[in-house]
């Protein structure tokens, strides 16, 4: 639940996807382009191929694993019997990365928010994970047209050599800054990844509820938990009184 409270802050930093980006249907159709290819050349059923797939997204994604290559290999080596060549991969990489281009939206809310908190005198910054390859999410949130509006923006893993949930990044983020942690309010979606490292550098943690997925009860968690959760980052603006 939100503090009655305005939260006092210099400073706005984000999470990228399914914060400020709506990633569902890029997800989908990244995947999709891959699943259909591979089912294609192994005869395998693509809702199996699909299962494999999510399997090994979620075991990769935990272990911080973000280079798509390492994982399509993966696939492929569980599935059995599907040689993959450099060049295939090189081509099933493009072809997810071009089908999560397509997909993938800002939420609504982000251009009128940024612009208002902008008006607020606040810094703003992204700290995002890397995409698996040097440059490449960098890229992604240029040509999502919004790299402008940032006074800063940490690519995990590209920038640092921790990926997030390390403290890493935060501490990265806040000497680029030249703020302390309770000077700076970090937005993400994910509770076991954007927590952790934003609350050992101190700064004030909100989760943000795209998808209703969230449990409501991981503010009283006892160990790492964030301070609110939001639904949209309109209720934002009224906890930082702005
Ligand atoms: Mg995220």
């Known amino acids: 639940m939100a503090p009655n409270n305005v939260i006092s802050v210099n400073a706005v930093l984000f999470d990228y996807d399914d914060t400020l980006i709506d990633a569902r249907e890029a997800r989908d159709n990244a995947r999709r ?14 809702s199996h191929v ?36 450099d060049h295939e991969v090189n081509e099933l990489v493009k072809m997810y990365w071009d089908s999560w281009r397509s997909g ?16 607020c005198g606040l810094r703003l910054g992204i700290i995002t994970n890397t995409d698996g390859e ?43 800054l030249d703020m302390r942690g309770n000077e700076v309010i970090y937005i993400g979606d994910n509770v076991g990844i954007d927590v952790p490292g934003a609350k050992a550098a101190g700064m004030r943690v909100g ?9 409501p009860g991981i503010t009283n968690y006892k160990d ?18 702005c």
């Open 104 to 119: 993938s939206r800002l939420f609504s809310d982000v251009l009128p928010t940024l612009a208002k908190l902008r008006r």
């Open 207 to 215: 989760i943000i509820n795209r998808y209703n997925t969230v449990d």
């Open 134 to 176: 040097p440059g490449l999410k960098r890229d992604r949130i240029r040509k999502d047209g919004v790299y402008e509006l940032f006074d800063l923006v940490i690519i995990a893993g590209d920038d640092t050599k921790h990926v997030k949930p390390h403290p890493e990044p935060f501490m990265k983020a806040l000497q680029v």
């Open 50 to 85: 699909l299962d494999v797939f999510m399997n090994i997204e979620r075991q990769m994604e935990a272990i911080g694993q973000f280079n798509r290559r390492v994982w399509f290999r993966e696939v492929a080596s569980v599935l059995g019997g599907i040689r993959l060549s």
């Open 33 to 46: 382009a891959v699943i259909d290819f591979l089912s294609l050349v192994s005869g395998l059923d693509k």
């Open 224 to 241: 790492v938990r964030p301070d609110f959760i939001i639904q949209s980052l309109t209720e934002l603006l009224q906890l930082i009184g």
